[in-house]
């Protein structure tokens, strides 16, 4: 319903979450040749990169990063920060059940958010299958960052942010198929 509500233009609609990088990189698999060994040290660094973002489907990405733990402190100041920047239209954010989201530090902004049209919708527990910045997040540790990245802490944050910068016109994701079944679910109902 809320993407049905974005394609007719009642709304602007933004999926939000965390995610963290480090100097771990992803890979899930590699091919070699017979005989040849590859190896792949784990780096025992414990500096972390760690994110909000709030993402639109059609490529809009806005970021809020640190290097610390990510806390409700966090996420008010990144939505308040969210909430002066220009918007045409109500505006609503999807969020999981995480118990950063519902801090009762942001919970208390809730109110005044609303009635500057900023609302909020909060996926079933359990389900971030429903979460489109999850597939943003995955994109980024296994298909956008390579090896070369991970030659220092450096590097690696230079890559992670220039990939939130250029999200929606050198890194895209095509959303269409998801926007799709969600029309025809609505229109079979």
């Known amino acids: 319903m809320l993407i049905t509500l974005w394609l007719l233009g009642y709304i602007e609609l933004y ?5 963290g990088f480090t100097m771990q990189p992803y890979v899930p698999y ?5 005989g040849d060994t590859q190896r792949i ?4 660094n414990k500096k972390r990169l760690n994110v909000f973002g709030l993402m639109t489907l059609s490529g809009k990405l806005t970021v809020y990063h640190s290097e610390q733990s990510l806390d409700g402190q966090f996420i008010k100041n990144a939505l308040e920060d969210f909430a002066l920047k220009p918007h045409e239209k109500p505006y609503v ?6 118990p950063i989201h519902h801090a009762k530090i942001v919970k208390n902004e809730f109110d005044k958010w609303e009635k500057n ?20 997040w995955k994109s980024c ?8 990245n991970y030659k220092s802490w450096a590097t690696l944050k230079k890559a992670i942010v220039l990939i939130f910068k250029q999200f929606g016109t050198l890194y895209t994701i095509n959303f ?14």
Do not use: C
């Open 30 to 34: 590699a091919w070699q040749k017979k």
């Open 117 to 136: 049209q900023m609302s909020f919708f909060f996926l079933p527990t359990y389900s971030p299958h429903l979460n489109p910045i999850e597939i943003l």
């Open 15 to 19: 999926f939000a979450d965390e995610s």
């Open 176 to 189: 269409n198929e998801l926007i799709i079944k969600n029309i025809i679910k609505f229109n079979s109902a």
């Open 41 to 44: 040290f784990a780096r025992n």
């Open 93 to 98: 954010i999807v969020l999981d059940n995480g």
């Open 141 to 148: 540790k296994y298909r956008w960052l390579n090896k070369v």
